[in-house]
């Protein structure tokens, strides 16, 4: 019983650069979210999926791509990263009615 | 638009004593509210949920929170604090059934002295 499963748990990046986080859940949940959690402001919205082929922006959209080809994955990429773009992104999945479930984060730095 | 407001940045209890971690939001419909709570490096893990019904919600480890919607708040509670809750917890409302996208508040740390 994996639920969310976030890899890597830690990346250091060079201003630039690019890389995916990957997202993958097993409880055949509709929808998906990735969030960005920095001190002080919560967790805000990057992108979010209501089903495979569906994506939408959320609040803070601006330097990532998302694309939900499957009901399982939902990979966030970051084309060229900023050091404004340090900080731990998770991501989560729910099925209607019961909250989210989250995972365990990954904890990105850039320089 | 949306928005959640925990006006309690850290809160020191010391254990065994009472806990109250307020929280309010703004949505022009039937809010969904959740509090979630984590642990230094962890992911969020769901206290509790509201989305109908009897206004006092209970969750996990004792805590309980009660929505009140003529003061747009929905504050957590636990009567008894432990060592092991000191966590950062957040407050969310959740928009288009609570499924699809969550507003989160920007936290509360708890600590506790022994």
């Known amino acids: 019983n994996a639920g969310v499963t976030q890899t890597p748990k830690f990346q250091v990046l060079k201003t630039g650069q690019s890389m995916t986080l990957q997202c993958a859940q097993d409880?055949?949940?509709?929808?998906m979210s990735w969030y960005r959690q920095d001190p002080g402001m919560g967790l805000r919205l990057i992108h979010y999926?209501?089903?495979?082929?569906?994506?939408d922006q959320g609040e803070v959209p601006n330097g990532y791509n998302v694309s939900r080809s499957t009901t399982e994955d939902f990979p966030l990429r970051l084309l060229s990263a900023a050091p404004s773009q340090t900080s731990v992104y998770f991501c989560?999945?729910?099925?209607?009615?019961?909250?989210?479930?989250f995972g365990s984060g990954t904890r990105l730095t850039v320089v | 638009a949306q928005s959640v407001t925990q006006p309690d940045i850290h809160i020191t209890v010391s254990e065994g004593a009472s806990l109250e971690l307020r929280c309010n939001y703004s949505?022009?419909?039937?809010?969904?509210l959740f509090w979630y709570v984590q642990s230094p490096g962890q992911g969020l893990q769901l206290l509790l949920k509201?989305?109908?019904?009897?206004?006092l919600v209970q969750g996990i480890k004792g805590f309980e929170a009660e929505f009140k919607r003529s003061q747009s708040s929905f504050n957590l509670r636990k009567p008894s604090v432990h060592w092991s809750d000191a966590a950062e917890y957040f407050c969310?409302?959740?928009?288009?059934?609570?499924?699809?996208?969550?507003?989160f508040g920007a936290g509360t740390r708890l600590a506790v002295h022994p």
């Open positions: 409880m055949n949940h509709e929808y």
């Open positions: 509201y989305f109908s019904g009897d206004t």
């Open positions: 989560a999945s729910s099925s209607e009615n019961y909250g989210y479930t």
């Open positions: 949505y022009g419909a039937t809010p969904y």
């Open positions: 999926s209501v089903g495979a082929g569906i994506t």
């Open positions: 969310a409302v959740g928009t288009s059934g609570g499924y699809n996208k969550l507003i």
